[in-house]
């Protein structure tokens, strides 16, 4: 999981991609980058942290060029390491590229494999560097042609921007796993992962790119083409249940609204007799109020978050996770102390946090604590770029509930059911992929 951003204006973007890639932090907290084109060449700002830490006002004025792309970067298995900080740069047949890229690809390793027998010597870990250089190499003066062509190899989750000295081009994934939008105004045009840096930069006009759908775009305007690898979608849906911000609107799917009406519908299938319905902030917040309204119990803030932390569940190692959330959250005793809570949160993956939460809420005072979890039980890894690599690392791959309950020590414990996480979507039609949940994986991760 990361974020892409690119941006085709009339004027400078280097100050648009960074407002852009702010709003898309969330996405990943590792490193971040831009490159700009001015017209003649690409020049590349980038670093390890937060992209308020990393870019500055110098650097952003440097940046100067009206077609531009930027990336944060959630590490996940491939590790933090300056050298996988995107956008990546290449030069090939006369030509400078830039990609910046947000997914996982299943095949990966074989593509690498053969591209190092044949002589090829990468600079980075991660799989980005495998799609740009296969779209060097079957670029042949049509770019479009090259990326159709990679889109042919490449399998797995893939949404990307990719910039060129005169034109920005973007495509999605024949299964639109990871989201990707466009935005058009009258003098901008932008693609990215989610749809707040658009509203942000004022850009009203919005839609989702299609299942493997190639975006042009350059001073004749807007092209759409579309790969030979089209399918039907599966998007994602724990970008609902966690990574997508609230505001996050996604192939007609509102991250809030979704998260409010599994927090309904789980109060309807788990109810809980306490006296006060406590969020696990942020994501959870919503699911929380909805499972407050339909109960009619109370809903309070029984955890203070420190602003000043990112999210915990996308720190590289767990033991820099658990201590994140110790930083993060903590308990309010004047709220919860003597009184019996029911804890919403929107998942449960490895349990740690789980476990850690219930302990400091009891030593806080409360008298019982009840946990009721908006996703349904995470038993399958994601090999499309969520950080779970392996059934071991998932608790409920290896539990029942009741003995999750026993571990994390909550008094009672529930997860909404697939049928109900399903319906929140309001989407009929199952086009989603739930593999972490169910395992049934749209694309195959055993590739011969």
């Known amino acids: 999981m990361s974020g892409v951003i690119g941006i085709y204006s009339n004027s400078s973007v280097s100050t648009k991609l960074f407002f852009g890639l702010n709003s898309l932090q969330h996405r990943g907290q590792e ?158 045009i932008i693609v990215c992962s989610e749809n707040a840096p658009s509203e942000i930069i004022g850009i009203e006009k919005i839609r989702n790119v299609l299942p493997g759908e190639i975006i042009e775009i350059d001073e004749a305007g807007i092209k759409s083409y579309f790969s030979d690898e089209a399918k039907r979608p599966r998007h994602c849906i724990f970008e609902y249940v966690y990574f997508a911000r609230e505001d996050a609107t996604l192939d007609k799917v509102n991250a809030y609204n979704y998260r409010r009406r599994c927090g309904e519908y789980l109060s309807i299938e788990a109810p809980c007799d306490v006296d006060l319905v406590v969020p696990v902030p942020d994501s959870g917040i919503p699911s929380a109020i909805g499972y407050a309204q339909e109960a009619g119990i109370p809903f309070a803030t029984g955890l203070v978050k420190n602003r000043y932390m990112g999210r915990t569940f996308i720190k590289p190692t767990q033991e820099e996770r658990e201590m994140a959330v110790k930083l993060k959250l903590n308990p309010l005793r004047h709220v919860i102390e003597g009184k019996r809570i029911v804890l919403i949160d929107d998942s449960i993956v490895r349990g740690t946090t789980s476990q850690n939460l219930i302990k400091r809420m009891r030593e806080a005072g409360a008298k019982e604590v009840h946990m009721r979890i908006t996703s349904p039980p995470v038993c399958y890894p994601c090999y499309y770029g969520i950080d779970t690599p392996s059934r071991k690392n998932l608790i409920a791959a290896n539990m029942s509930v009741e003995e999750i309950r026993e571990r994390i020590d909550a008094d009672t414990l529930a997860f909404i059911s697939p049928e109900a996480a399903q319906r929140a979507t309001l989407i009929r039609e199952d086009r989603f992929c739930k593999a972490c949940f169910n395992g049934d994986y749209p694309v195959d991760p055993i590739v011969i």
């Open 31 to 188: 490193a971040c980058g831009m490159v700009v084109s001015d017209g003649e060449n690409l020049n590349r700002e980038r670093g390890e942290g937060l992209v308020i830490d990393v870019f500055n006002e110098n650097m952003i004025k440097k940046l100067s060029g009206n077609i531009g792309i930027g990336h944060v970067r959630y590490s996940g298995a491939a590790g933090s390491h300056d050298y996988n900080t995107e956008p990546l740069m290449g030069f090939a047949k006369g030509n400078e590229f830039a990609l910046a890229y947000d997914g996982a690809l299943v095949n990966h390793q074989i593509l690498r494999t053969r591209l190092e027998e044949e002589g090829v010597m990468f600079q980075t870990s991660i799989d980005t560097e495998v799609i740009l250089y296969l779209i060097a190499r079957y670029y042949k003066g049509n770019i479009v042609d090259a990326v159709k062509q990679t889109m042919k190899v490449i399998r797995g989750s893939y949404s990307a921007v990719l910039l060129m000295k005169n034109k920005l081009i973007a495509f999605r994934g024949p299964s639109a796993i990871r989201p990707l939008t466009i935005g058009e105004s009258e003098d901008s």
